[in-house]
């Protein structure tokens, strides 16, 4: 089992649309989650992070945690097509080595006009 | 916010050769660095933990041979690939911490790297 799971897409969403991207992970005492986006070529950049059972919204951004069901999810309102990119999920994991920041494969956002 | 550095952007290299990859944290001392590889249509992948004066942590399958790391102030580490090869040729992404605040990881740029 991998330790962060995304399905890869392309998730195709009409311009205007809410955009539902979902996460799976494998360690249970995990307590950090992040949503990172990726525009091809370019380095991570930080949506939202996540440490408590819940929602928590920032602007058109809905970070969803489940820690029961060890499940991380990312709403995006009103999706534009400059939202069209890769989001990366991530975990911090708490390992023997220090804590860990471990990504997911992302999944591919398409916005279309 | 904090800012993180990487020299070269890219990287152009002949098989054999070595090269060497800066990242600097330019507003803050980064206690902590990490040094990420991500090939096409994958995800990074934390190659190894830099702790500024101390050998750095490489995580399983990354070879600390080939893969030098050098974290000898606050505000610099570098990556130098060894004898590279074709294999090598990725996106190299460093990332940096303030203090232990693994919370918040500031990523560099990125630097790709194609070897010929």
Known sequence: QKEVEQNSGPLSVPEGAIASLNCTYSDRVSQSF????????????????????????????????NKASQYVSLLIRDSQPSDSA???????????????????????????L | GAVVSQHPSWVICKSGTSVKIECRSLDFQATTMFWYRQFPKQSL?????????????????????KFLINHASLTLSTLTVTSAHPEDSSFYICSAIQGADYNEQFFGPGTRLTVL
């Open chain 2, 45 to 65: 992948m934390l190659m190894a933990t830099s702790n500024e004066g101390s050998k750095a942590t490489y995580e399983q399958g990354v070879e600390k041979d």
């Open chain 1, 34 to 65: 992040f949503w990172y986006r990726q525009y091809s070529g370019k380095s991570p950049e930080l949506i939202m992070s996540i440490y408590s059972n819940g929602d928590k919204e920032d602007g058109r951004f809905t970070a969803q945690l």
């Open chain 1, 86 to 112: 890769t989001y990366l999920c991530a975990v911090i994991r708490l390992t023997g080595g220090g804590n860990k920041l471990t990504f997911g494969t992302g999944t591919q956002l398409k916005v279309e």
